[in-house]
């Protein structure tokens, strides 16, 4: 302790020195306030280098002994000032000992602190960083990449508009591509697709150039053949970033083979450990969406699912410290596992893995290895052995996995799917009792779970959940399994209860069709007793099996999606036998062709018993026995294209949503009024027509879409004015309410009328009062 106490004194007394040094280097040259900032200015490059060199010697001195020193404080507004005026300089004699000087400084200098000074940092490094010059712009890319890692949820706007001023993506794919070619550059890749990847990955917005780049997503593909491990990182935190968003996942996919393969690749044992949780993050970019999943299981299922397998295992194969170095990939490799979620062959290949000997080694380690006779104890005796090696907290933090994919893979089983195969039927029995006991466990502990422990209700709800998908398994055998082991647990004396399970007849008449048709068109049935036994087995050998299920009063299995009922292919080619009227949108100056009929007027052919049933007006002006109701032509008063989302809706019960993410961020201004305009006019018909639905989910799209295109909200204020839409117009006075002085001196308002100008004046007034 003594020691310690000296070396912190040494310590101290030389960062006293060095900082005398540094504040007399500073004095060599001009300081001066600009505004809250302190400036420095000095061309002299000699002058320069020595005021650099001190600032390094400075900072070299700052360790964990002296981080805390006031020095450092307040030395840092000064040498920021120092940085950012040689920066500024861009003289090729000091840039790259600045940049490398700004990322000593984020590295020693507290977040909290450095935050006030990004933005100032970061205008001069996101010019150097697009330099020409590889001796300027690898320094200042690594500088800047740092400094934005180090960014706050506060700073991200101020920092944007610096980066966006000055078209840093656009410059750094240009770059990338124009020195693709040169085989020196391994250095200046790495640095600049790390500072790519933290872009994308902190502002959506510019994920778009990326992926929407032909040339540079065709480039980076190549990258992927034979790409050295250090570049590898780099590479595959780009694709990670890319892959956010779910226009770039499918553009990643477009070049499976070869990307997926790298990525495969690199979550192999042969890589270091930061190439393999790389690979494994982007994995679990790709496979986050169901339809994600199935195409990466239908091109390497057995491979990734190895790699999970022997990722979460390695940790046998160290001892001590290089057991604990392996839980970062371990954890990554877990929540990729999460994959069993999804349906699919996948699930097979991790029972063939082992997973179940591997979880077991996750709750319980080395549990196999010193109760090899487990499965032959009773059945108390074994509930009794995991009770006290659930004890073991070595891989606490990767428990809540360990029971999640336990439960997918319970809740995913066939019904007729036996694990007594191999050793897995002893495996998924110590899985099972282990589950009850840790079940038993929270059950007991009651009102004892601290509500603000956040981690530790986590832990909790994933052990509870695990037997709660055990007991509602489609498997008979693992749901019986978990009755009768939790029954135990729970109570030793307690009975099970069982379902009766009920024999239906074979009879099909013409009323069990008719419910049957209802059910589809309509999503809901009623019947008598005696019609549900005969139209349960119609529904089975239809395969309506929600249908099934809800007359057989079941409980929904878990992950059951919403039954929902797409009749949108109805509408496709080939079906036109069945077409009985037509729906025809207002006039527009485009031409318009049709292969069915040789009607010039933008129309659909659609199916009346479809409106019949989607629509309560509709379902009245049919059968009102007037013009309309005898009529082949049904004029909607709507556009072409609001016309398209309105039978979308008549055929599925969805009202198809413009573009999202990226694609609406750099979408055009008037692109995204026309977007808006057409959910304001199907508000309009959906208030007419009575279409409830339509008319809440127009409010919705339209009101997320004023959030983050504010100036769309004045004309969107006034279409909605003209058509009476209330609702959508107080939304609209809300997102204007902010910029109300200025709009109002600077003459927006000249169009509307009073009233309207009241409602956003009002919505001014409340906004003002909310902010005290």
Partial sequence: MKARRRRAETKNIQLNTLHHRLHDALNLCTRY??????????????TQRYVLRSIVAFLDCVSE????????KDSAEDIVGALVGILHQKSEATTSIAADAVYKLASVLATSILQSYLPDLVRPLSCLSISHQL??????????????????KKKENEVWEVLDKEDITTHLIKNILDFSASPSSDVYFQEILALLAIILLKWPQSRYQVWSNVNFMNMLENFCVNTDPSLGV???????????????????????ETIVGAMVRFMGSSNPLSVRIEGFKLAQCLMLTEQGCSRLVSMCCEPIVEAIVCAINEWKLKEGKGANDQIPLM???CRLAMITRWPGKHHLCFWKRGINKVLIDILMPNFVG??????????????????ENLIDNLFLVLRPYAWDILGWLAIRCAEDFDPKFSENEAYFDILTVAACVAFEDIIGRGNQLCHDDVISTFRSESAVRVVLMMIFSSCKYISSKARSVLCEVLNPNGERKFRKEIRLSCHVNRLELEKLLEYVYSGYVQAEEDTVKRLKILARRCGLHQLSELLSRRIPEWATEIPSFDLKPALGQ???????????SKATELSWTCSICSSSVPHMHVHRIILWASCDYLQALLQSGMQESQSQILKVPVSWEALVKLVCWF????????????LWSNMGTKEKLHQLELYVELSWLADFWLLEDIQDACFRIVDNGLSSARQLSVKILQMAANLSQWKLAEAAANHVAPSYRQLHESGEFDELDETLIEMVRAASVRLSQSRG
């Fill in 65 to 72: 002994e002296t981080s805390s020193n006031p020095l450092l």
């Fill in 331 to 333: 954890i990554e490799a």
């Fill in 33 to 46: 306030r600009d505004g809250s900032r302190t400036r420095w200015e000095c061309r002299d490059i000699e």
């Fill in 135 to 152: 001796q300027v712009a690898i320094p200042s890319s690594r500088a800047l990449s740092v400094l934005l890692s180090n960014l706050s």
């Fill in 234 to 256: 780099a590479l595959l935190k780009l694709y990670s970033s890319i892959a956010l968003c779910s226009y770039g996942a499918k553009k990643i996919m477009e070049h499976g």
């Fill in 651 to 662: 055929y599925s019960f969805e009202l198809p949503e413009p573009p999202s993410g990226c």
């Fill in 574 to 584: 080939g079906r036109h036998k069945f077409w009985d009227i037509i729906l025809e």
């Fill in 370 to 387: 010193k109760y090899p006779s487990y499965h032959t104890c009773p059945l108390e005796e074994q509930i009794a052995i995991a009770r």
